[in-house]
């Protein structure tokens, strides 16, 4: 079979031929024709749409810096996608699938090739971090009998640092780090394993089924998703505004409500503060809850470190499950330093401990004694959105912060410079299997019991 290689250029156009060439129209639309067809395929344009934005949400295209993305905004094969603090997307891939992305997430479409013609989907998406929940369509054809059946030829692919999953069609989240991924299943079915080929096994997931994939370790076994955090999951990813449909088999669906109601300004300024101050109570309660269960876990015994795990496990960024522990009463700096000792993001670790309220000093000492790097500790400030006022307290700890460990990149942080003697910080950790009683850093003392640093 032959293969033709056409290339477009200024001087090919889909314009009329002119009289001179009446008795080859019917060759040159045939040509037009063919050019349009083969365009149904192509990669690189149109692969998907910013449907819904809320709070800063910006795009990077072929490496460039990423720029604030609007409402409608057309996303291409290789464009990265990232949302701020507080910050919500929601993106619609031309099949109809939708990855709806939660505050601090990152992600990529590396491949997106769709064409009803050929009946092939052949979709790669990579999360690099955050959380994220897909709605990823199903695609039929008509058969002989007049029914359905589901593409030959169809791949929707989600690949993060430590993990790769194969989907169907289903609906799902994940919740990214560069360590560890969780993968949790609200309907249908997917299969994942570690990235690495090293590391052998693979877990398939159904309905209300989790598990987490670690960078260097094969899939846990399935475990059953709650009520409780499928409802955290669905808050995270879910825009305040964003009305929620079943579509019956295929999963389910959503459709915004903005503008279309033709509503004053003022009302949709209104009903957006009112959903999100909703949203708020609801997860102030759930932390509560969970707070709660943290100092009855402590309190019977269970180690610092199992519970940080058992926190990721069950869905939470890494900030997350940190800011919760201190929350339930358990030490700051033992907190701190056993998480980052057991390899979470440094950075995180410290920006869940300064949301939590825990003393500048006591954050900067405990992380660099755990062996965080000052610019670590700066970025970590930073994302978590300290006044101008603490960054500069901050900036100051770091700056006087002993430097024995060779860390000599925040001896000039912010125009200040450590002293010749450096500032001592009274942190004790918990070494063994004896507790004490400690408050959430800054906050009166609390009555829960704290767990130890061994992990």
């Excluded at 996608?81 to 997307?89: E, H, L, P, S």
């Excluded at 169809?154 to 609906?171: D, H, L, R």
């Excluded at 015994?301 to 960024?317: F, P, R, V, W």
């Excluded at 500032?423 to 800054?442: E, K, L, R």
Aim: with cysteine.
């Amino acid at each position: 079979m032959t293969t033709i290689k056409m290339t477009a250029t200024k001087n090919l156009s889909c314009t009329s031929p002119g009289p001179r060439f009446i008795a080859g129209a019917a060759f040159f639309i045939a040509i037009c024709l063919s050019l349009a067809a083969a365009g149904q395929s192509y990669a690189e344009a149109n692969a998907a749409k910013l449907t819904y934005k809320e709070g800063s949400v910006s795009v990077s295209r072929n490496g460039a810096a990423f720029a604030e993305a609007m409402n409608g905004q057309r996303l291409l094969e290789g464009d990265m996608v990232k949302t701020g603090k507080d910050a919500k997307a929601t993106l619609t891939l031309n099949e109809n699938s939708t990855i709806n992305m939660g505050p601090e997430s990152r992600l990529e479409i590396k491949q997106y090739i769709f064409n009803y013609d050929t009946e092939k989907r052949n979709v790669v998406v990579k999360g690099y971090s955050g959380k994220m929940r897909f709605v990823v369509s199903k695609i039929f054809k008509a058969s002989a009998t007049g029914g359905r059946t589901a593409w030959n030829d169809s791949n929707f692919i989600v690949q993060t640092p430590t993990a790769t999953a194969g989907i169907k069609g289903t609906e799902f989240v994940i919740v990214v780090s560069a360590k560890h991924t969780y993968f949790a299943v609200f309907s249908g079915a997917i299969s994942a394993k570690n990235i690495l080929g090293q590391y052998k096994g693979e877990v398939l997931l159904g309905a209300n089924q989790s598990s987490v994939v670690k960078y260097n370790a094969s899939p846990k076994p399935a475990s059953d998703v709650t009520p409780q955090q499928k409802q955290n999951l669905m808050t995270d990813t879910t825009p305040a505004l964003m009305a929620k449909k079943d579509a019956g088999p295929q999963g389910a669906s959503e459709k915004k409500e903005q503008s279309e109601k033709k509503e004053k300004p003022d009302k949709a300024d209104k009903d957006k503060s009112e959903a999100k101050s909703k949203e708020k109570a609801a997860k102030e309660q759930s932390d509560k809850q969970e707070a709660a269960k943290i100092a009855k876990d402590a309190a019977e015994g269970k180690k610092t470190g199992d519970i940080i795990d058992g926190l990721i496990d069950s869905g939470k960024n890494v900030d997350e499950a940190v800011a919760l522990a201190i929350k339930a009463g358990i030490d700051p700096a033992t907190v701190i330093y056993t998480a980052i000792v057991k390899e979470y993001s440094k950075e995180k670790v410290v920006e869940g401990a300064l949301e939590a309220g825990v003393k500048t000093s006591v954050v900067v000492k405990t992380a660099t004694d755990a062996g965080a790097a000052k610019k670590e500790i700066l970025a970590a400030a930073m994302d978590a959105g300290l006044s101008k006022e603490d960054m500069v307290k901050l900036a100051d700890a770091v700056a006087k912060t002993d430097t024995t460990s060779g860390d000599t990149s925040g001896d000039t942080v912010l125009g200040f410079t450590a002293p010749e003697e450096p500032v001592t910080v009274t942190v004790i950790y918990v070494a063994t299997d004896t507790y004490t009683i400690s408050g959430g850093g800054g906050t009166a003392s609390s009555t829960s019991i704290a767990s130890p640093v061994v992990p």
